[in-house]
């Protein structure tokens, strides 16, 4: 397995021959029995000659690359270019992302690898689990600043599970760069955003993420290059994000709630007027809904990803059909043990239970495979 550590480079002389050589020396001969390690620095043309050491250290290693970018691109516009250059030049199966400060402590490189063989396809390198850690010496500010924009992510984007939403310590498989290349290539990323906006992609695509904890340390050369404008980009895309995601779901409920009314309709005039048995009659209903549901999701709720072409359309309708077939053995069933167990009188309640558990289902198989982004 080919490793690329990603190195992304501005104004770094003082620390990047430093942590090449660590990597070289301490690390790499303990990986090289398995792994085929390699450094990528990614450096912007930075005027203090970060790109002359590498160079140097190039005649030494032959395993360390350098991607040189004519002007400064930014954080995600380095890791942008650079995991295109390891992906498609240097056909790397992994990647790591790392900062040239020594704030993230090379020793734990072989845990990101163990949790990639693992199976998962991208390791965060945590300060928010058990036995990680953000500085001591932080003031008080800085460390609930940190602590606080974490769990604001994660109540904003109602997924708890992972703890270290911003870190710049990751492994991750090439096969994930790619699903995710050609959004991250939005300028909205150019920046420290992009370490936001690829771990929700990569959430939300259902790829699996592991964290692995960290002590992130201070930097004792040089600058950061982190400026205020992170925490409002930041903010504005957690909660843009979240509210184009709600929409639809908005959107489907808006639809569901039609087909209900249809459903629930048609089950009334079905058992009242023509004298058909409500498990029956509530199945019939289904199908008048199911044909209303996904016109109307089609056009409006997943416009974004519509069916047009007829024939997709027969296919996925299709498959609609038999993913609320689901739904309406559901009703069926429901409506039959409700009736065995409790009599009649009640179906409208078993009738309404039913509907709650199809309608998740069914929100789940839709977002999954019929309008798959
Ligand atoms: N190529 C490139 N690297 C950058 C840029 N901005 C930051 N970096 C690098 O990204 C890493 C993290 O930046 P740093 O300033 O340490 O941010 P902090 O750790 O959040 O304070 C360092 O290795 C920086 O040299 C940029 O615009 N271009
Ligand atoms: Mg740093």
Do not use: C
């Not at 690898?113 to 500010?141: A, M, T």
């Amino acid at each position: 397995m080919k490793v690329v550590i990603v190195i992304p480079t501005y104004n770094e002389k003082d620390n990047i021959g430093k942590l090449a050589s660590y990597l070289e020396t301490k690390i790499f001969p303990k990986l090289k029995k398995e792994f085929d390690p390699h450094i990528l620095i990614v450096d912007d043309s930075s005027p203090d000659g970060t790109a002359d050491i590498v160079r140097t250290l190039q005649k030494k290693y032959k395993n360390i690359h350098l991607f040189l970018n004519k002007k400064k691109s930014g954080l995600g516009g380095a890791y942008l270019k650079g995991m295109s250059y390891a992906t498609d030049k240097l056909k790397a199966d992994v990647m790591f992302e790392m900062d040239a400060d020594f704030s993230h402590d090379p020793d734990v490189i072989p845990q990101f690898l163990q949790k990639i063989k693992e199976g998962n396809d991208l390791v965060l390198g945590s300060r928010y689990i058990k036995g990680g850690s953000i500085p001591k010496n932080w003031g008080f500010h800085r460390k609930l600043f940190s602590i606080l924009g974490n769990i604001i992510i994660q109540v904003v984007l109602t997924h708890f599970a992972i703890r270290d939403w911003t870190t710049g310590y990751r492994a991750l498989r090439t096969e994930l760069f790619e699903a995710l290349r050609a959004e991250m290539k939005k300028r909205e990323f150019s920046g420290y955003t992009w370490q936001i906006g690829f771990l929700h992609k990569t959430v939300r695509k259902g790829f699996k993420v592991a964290e692995v904890p960290i002590h992130f340390v201070d930097r004792e050369y040089g600058k950061s290059k982190l400026g205020t404008e992170y925490i409002k980009n930041t903010l504005f895309y957690i909660f843009t994000i979240r509210i184009q995601e709600l929409k639809q779901i908005i959107k489907f409920g808006i639809v569901g709630l039609v087909g209900f009314i249809i459903n629930f309709t048609a089950l009334e005039v079905f058992h009242q007027a023509f004298g058909i048995s409500p498990d029956n009659a509530a199945a019939l209903g289904a199908e008048l809904a199911i044909i209303s549901n996904f016109t109307l999701n089609n056009i409006w709720t997943f416009k974004a990803q519509k069916i047009t072409k007829p024939k997709q359309i027969a296919a996925k309708f299709v498959q609609f059909n038999v993913a609320s077939l689901g739904a309406i053995i559901i009703q069926k069933v429901t409506v039959w043990i409700g009736m065995q167990l409790f009599g009649d009188s009640l179906y409208r309640l078993y009738f309404l239970i039913a509907v709650a558990i199809g309608t998740g289902l069914n929100y789940m198989i839709y977002t999954k495979f019929i309008w798959k982004k």
